[in-house]
């Protein structure tokens, strides 16, 4: 059997040959195949680092608020009155959320403001209790209904909803500590909470500005100090 195996290679010298660069292509196809999968695995690396992990230059000199990131902001401008200006914070849900802008002519007052008082119009906007999904005893609003009131030591304005919908709410804690009006009106010190119709919101939309058009607009009044 030996002879016979010794005497079919002898015959096939070729053969010899081809198995021999078999054999040692083997280990090289190997050895490509696994560099290039380690490439293929540094790269899916580097691109999650970049991800994950933001380029130092690219971030901001100040995280984003949360109102910035949860609400798209909107303004209205001279709303019924000249200086009366407030703001309307969208959420993805639909609800908005009612303000004072830093501009408002009632920031102008020495003082700034000393009371609000939710009884205007025919109701005290105050006792409005929602409940339910359906928002039962939620108060059909247009968007020059008048919200509250608010005093400084030398004057008082109708603030106003902005926005046709269904109010929800109001900030009652404002009540005993009005200060957080002049403090932080765009957190704490937010007025009410609206819920308008997707078709009613399409049309408030057309009178409103984006947050970038405040800016440029009253850009004189926020580079005052006390507005920075």
Known sequence: MEETQNIDVTKNPEGEDAIESTKQKQPEEVEHHCDEQQKQS????????????????????????????????????GFTKPGHDQYIYRHANGLCVIGLAPTHIAFKDQGGITNIDFNVGKSDRSVLKVSGKRKKNAMRSESNTA????????DSYIVRCCVKGSLLEVNERLIKQPQLLNSSADREGYIAIIMPRPADWTKNKESLITLEEYKEKKQDILLEPCLL
Do not use: H, M
């Not at 919200?147 to 030398?154: D, F, G, R």
């Open 42 to 77: 540094q790269c899916e690396e580097d691109e999650l680092r970049k991800l994950l992990l933001s380029d130092i230059g690219e971030l901001p000199l100040s995280p984003p608020s949360a109102i910035q990131v949860n609400f798209v902001s909107y303004f209205i401008t």
């Open 147 to 154: 919200l509250c009131k608010v005093s400084t030591a030398n």
